[in-house]
């Protein structure tokens, strides 16, 4: 099947991002730009990968600088704008333990304004290998069917950007497969940008950010 | 018509969990139960007072029970959210004012619900006489709607601070110390038979200003 739609040329920026926490500076000045492809972010535990990725995504403020995102539909320059627009998965991300799959993805579809169809949400999950357990509750599934199940949140508005924190963690070689075909078709769209410590995780990608004082060990 | 959807699904949302959690319900449902039967235990030598006597303190006694009824659980509905790590999830997706306006809407109908079971312990334990039921039935609304808005609204102003239950409740008394006065006011005139027309003014101001300030803030209070 050949895809009639042309890809949106997206564009995520940090102008000059700090991040300080309690005084103590985690990043300064930081600037960089991505519009197509795989981004990796590098950095030693603590570099500050997960509060970088926080901000692009809009759930955390820096402390100075700002964040650009520009598509060629024209998404709004703030957190509300973004907020759909950029898909976001992390270690940090929780879903509702007491409802299902199917039923997480629902609320978040619904609250959000969107519509919530049930086959369609289950194909998603089929998609992520959790076709079996849809319909089972959160709180029952396995630490790397969790982590599938943020794969699918991240992806769920089919966003022309992607933040994922290390998104490997906790897999099995399956759903290490199906994290790099969700990577390889985002990165066609528009920026991915993929925060790890391990460098296997970074499937040739097209730019680095390696956080400063950082950087992969020789 | 997105956002109300939107506020829709997050009740939706709230009432699922809480259904299967039952951590509110059975907290709120047995402070409400168990306050009720030990003050009409106390209430027996009150019970002597000439009818007339009584009103104001069985509206006090009433107001006081539903408010700590609430606090037990009303507080959760954003503060669960913190501590299950769900409300990065929340944040990411839906805008403040949506999710608090659902989260309230959802505390509102629990509080009717809890009112619903107090209300019968009164008449009966307490030999409460509600006059005017529609005058009642009045001052609950406006008042657990009150109630709701600024809880659910304190709740996710402390659901990221340290000791959130001691600031919540802090914070809560002296903001909902005029709802309170108002209401008790309008359930003593209620309980009377008259139609409660200032007190109820009063409750329908600070309700429309509560609802107002919270949507105003709602961003500040949950965003970072």
């Known amino acids: 099947m050949v895809s009639s739609e042309q890809p949106v040329p997206t564009t995520i920026a940090a102008e000059n991002l700090s991040k300080s926490f309690s005084g103590r500076p985690l990043f300064s000045d930081l600037s960089f730009s991505a519009s197509q492809g795989l981004v990796a972010v590098a950095g030693r535990n603590g570099s500050g990968k997960t509060t970088l990725l926080k901000i692009l995504a809009g759930l955390l403020r820096p402390s100075s600088g700002r964040v650009r995102f520009e598509t060629e539909a024209g998404a709004p320059d703030s957190p509300s704008g973004r907020r759909l627009a950029i898909g976001w998965a992390g270690p940090d991300l929780q879903l509702y333990g007491t409802l299902t799959g199917v039923e997480n993805l629902r609320f978040f579809r619904r609250a959000a304004g969107r519509a919530g169809d049930d086959r369609e949400l289950e194909g998603r999950l089929e998609a992520v290998g959790l076709g079996e357990a849809a319909r089972r509750r959160v709180e029952e599934y396995s630490t790397g069917m969790k982590q599938r199940l943020r794969i699918a949140f991240a992806t769920l508005f089919d966003p022309p950007a992607l933040l994922l924190d290390e998104p490997m963690a906790g897999l099995d070689v399956d759903g290490r497969e199906i994290v790099r075909r969700v990577v390889a078709a985002a990165r066609e769209r528009g920026p991915v940008l993929l925060a790890s410590n391990d460098e296997r995780d970074f499937e040739r990608p097209d730019r680095r950010v390696d956080l400063p004082g950082t950087g992969p060990r020789a | ?224």
């Open chain 2, 1 to 224: 018509m997105s956002a109300l959807s939107g506020a829709w699904a997050v009740c939706v949302k709230d009432a699922t969990e809480e259904l299967r959690r039952k951590v509110a319900i059975v907290s709120v449902f047995f402070f409400a139960a168990t306050a009720v039967t030990l003050v009409s235990f106390a209430m027996v030598g009150a019970l002597a007072l000439p009818p007339a006597d009584r009103p104001p303190l069985q509206a006090a006694l009433l107001w006081i029970i539903l408010f700590f009824a609430a606090a037990t659980g009303l507080p959760r509905a954003f503060v669960a959210e913190e501590e299950s790590g769900t409300g990065l999830a929340l944040r990411k997706t839906i805008p403040a004012v949506v999710v608090l306006a659902g989260k309230t809407l959802f505390n509102f109908l629990l509080f009717l619900a809890m009112a619903a079971v107090t209300i019968p312990g009164f008449l009966i334990l307490l030999d409460w006489k509600a006059g005017s039921a529609g005058a009642v039935a009045a001052t609950l609304l406006a008042g657990g709607f009150g109630l709701a808005v600024v809880s659910t609204f304190l709740s996710a102003l402390v659901a990221r601070a340290g000791q959130r239950h001691v600031l919540f409740v802090l914070i809560a008394f002296p903001l909902l110390l005029p709802l309170l006065q108002a209401a008790i006011a309008a359930t003593i005139e209620a309980a009377a038979g008259a139609f409660p027309s200032a007190p109820l003014k009063v409750l329908v101001a600070y309700d429309g200003a509560a609802a107002c300030g919270a949507y105003m803030l709602a961003g500040v209070a949950w965003e970072d």
